[in-house]
């Protein structure tokens, strides 16, 4: 028996095979890792546009007369900020101010918003929500009715305008809107997590494949790719977008990862976590996620890979490649808050040889 039977599969799990992708297991699901190689996938996000299943992602229905209030309970962003057709980076958080999970939330109505939660923290998310639910409020994990396709890149909004009503399209950074495809409804929304422009599409499993083709086939003349998660990691690592279990976790705070943007102290409600994390910003944090390139030769940097400065370790990182846009070893590490100001010498300890290394600025790289 195959060491892939029992992996999860997304509604577009044939197309990846019949385009001859390599697939393998993330966090329980059979996906694809690269088409043709990761560098060539990366590069083409970089210069026209690709497309990545992103259908093993959560999606968890919140409604009712309570709902506003109860979000802005529980994530630490102030949903108050957005009206209705639009969406919001936030992070759910734990008694003590760690992370539990990051997510967009779209707020589909005034009391009605989709949560898009990480495809390994599905079951974790929903129980740990449901078990605080507010009066006037109903969740739904919707996960299983959705399927969903990031077209990324800076030529995406050709290929979108392509296939779909050109005169209709969300027009700024976390807006979205809902448009006909195939007789159906589906969302469309100008967020992805590359550092490049583009949409993230959510529709009904079936229509996922007719909308990949007609994707493929409406970009051709601008070489739009399939792409599989070893380039979708490389081109969020030189955006420095946190992955939750690396730059995140239930013992980092949003402020250590430096999302204090997203934490919105002065709204009314106090979310979980608050008070842990308040008393943390006032005290000042101790370690912080900073960027670093490597500066001379050898191999790239990986995840726990130690670091150290003036001869003491200083902290590990928490993600680390080679860089196609830089042709560098460039990475993201949790260090000593003294050491994280960009310009400090560091060292990255790789198979017990340390690397001359220096903390920048983030990111690495923004189209945006």
């Known amino acids: ?25 993330f966090g329980g699901w059979l996906m694809p890792v690269h088409y043709t190689s990761i560098l060539q996938e990366h590069k083409a996000i970089r210069s026209t546009a690709g497309l990545f299943d992103i259908s093993h992602m959560g999606e968890l229905v919140v409604k009712g007369t309570g709902s506003e209030a109860w979000v802005n309970s529980l994530f630490c962003n102030d949903i108050r900020k957005i009206s209705p057709g639009w969406g919001q980076y936030t992070l759910l958080l734990n008694e003590s101010g760690g992370t539990v999970d990051d ?26 929500l449901e078990r605080r639910l507010g009066p006037n409020v109903t969740i739904e994990n919707q996960s299983e009715e959705f399927a969903a396709i990031a077209l990324q890149g800076p030529k995406s909004e050709g290929v979108f305008r392509k296939l779909f009503d050109s005169e209709k399209r969300p027009l700024k950074r976390n807006q979205f809107i809902e448009t006909p495809y195939k007789g159906k409804s589906v969302l469309v929304a100008r967020t992805g997590y590359t550092g490049e ?14 909308l990949w083709k007609d994707l493929l086939k409406h970009g051709e003349l601008v070489s739009c790719v399939s792409a599989g998660l070893g380039c979708r990691d490389t081109l969020r690592l030189e955006a420095c977008y946190p992955l939750y279990g690396h730059e995140l976790s239930q013992s980092i705070s949003p402020l250590e990862a430096g999302l204090d943007h997203f934490v919105s102290f002065d709204k009314p409600e106090k979310f979980v976590g608050n008070e842990p994390l308040r008393e943390q910003k006032e005290s000042g944090i101790t ?25 003491n370790q200083i902290g590990e990182v928490t993600s680390g490649s080679h860089s196609p846009t830089l042709n560098k070893g460039i990475g993201l590490a949790l260090i000593a808050r003294d050491f994280a100001k960009p310009g400090t010498e560091i060292e990255i300890e790789v198979r017990g040889k340390r690397q001359p290394a220096r903390v920048v600025k983030k990111p690495f790289y923004s189209n945006l």
């Open 1 to 25: 028996m195959s060491e892939t039977t029992n992996l999860l599969r997304t509604p577009l799990a044939d197309v990846h095979q019949e385009l001859g992708a390599k697939m393998v297991e």
């Open 287 to 311: 370690r912080s996620v900073a960027a670093f390139e490597i500066t001379g030769p050898g191999a790239p940097p990986r995840a726990q890979y130690p670091v150290f400065a003036k001869n």
């Open 197 to 210: 422009d583009g949409f993230e599409i959510f529709l009904s499993p079936e229509l996922a494949t007719p």
């Open 103 to 128: 997510l967009i939330i779209y707020r589909l109505a005034d009391q009605e918003f989709l949560l898009v939660v990480n495809a390994s923290q599905i079951e974790k998310d929903f129980k740990w």
